[in-house]
Nanobody, 126 residues
Framework: EVQLVESGGGLVQAGGSLRLSCAAS????????IGWFRQAPGKEREGVSC????????YYSDSVKGRFSISIDNAKNTVYLQMISLKPDDTAVYYC???????????????????WGQGTQVTVSS
């Protein structure tokens, strides 16, 4: 069973930075995707970024491109989401998700993933 634990959320002023971590375990193969999603109050969960563990291919939504960066530390089995130039609109609960043998073309879709972390709150004040 894949288990995911997020950390690193918090309160930051607009223009500030945060780094989220997703500690992952339980994979049966190296062929998996990790995605970062976020959900603001009253809004649907949206895909922010994802990474293919096999070849490191990454995806970013238009709303975060150029400000967020996803990376994997294989030694620690941890995926990071570095966020800079944060805006109040980035305020949300951030979740990491994982799926083995998934199609990278759909990595930003909620329905592509079966395993989810508990979420970490990110609040950006203006």
């Amino acid at each position: 069973e894949v288990q995911l634990v997020e950390s690193g959320g918090g309160l930051v002023q607009a223009g500030g930075s945060l780094r989220l971590s997703c500690a992952a375990s339980g994979f049966t193969s190296d062929d998996y995707l990790i995605g970062w999603f976020r959900q603001a109050p009253g809004k649907e969960r949206e895909g922010v970024s994802c990474i293919d563990h096999i070849d490191g291919t990454t995806y970013y939504s238009d709303s975060v491109k150029g400000r967020f960066s996803i990376s994997i530390d294989n030694a620690k089995n941890t995926v990071y989401l570095q966020m800079i130039s944060l805006k109040p609109d980035d305020t949300a609960v951030y979740y990491c998700a994982a799926e083995e043998y998934a199609d990278f073309d759909f990595c930003n879709l909620v329905q592509e993933y079966d395993s989810w972390g508990q979420g970490t709150q990110v609040t950006v004040s203006s």
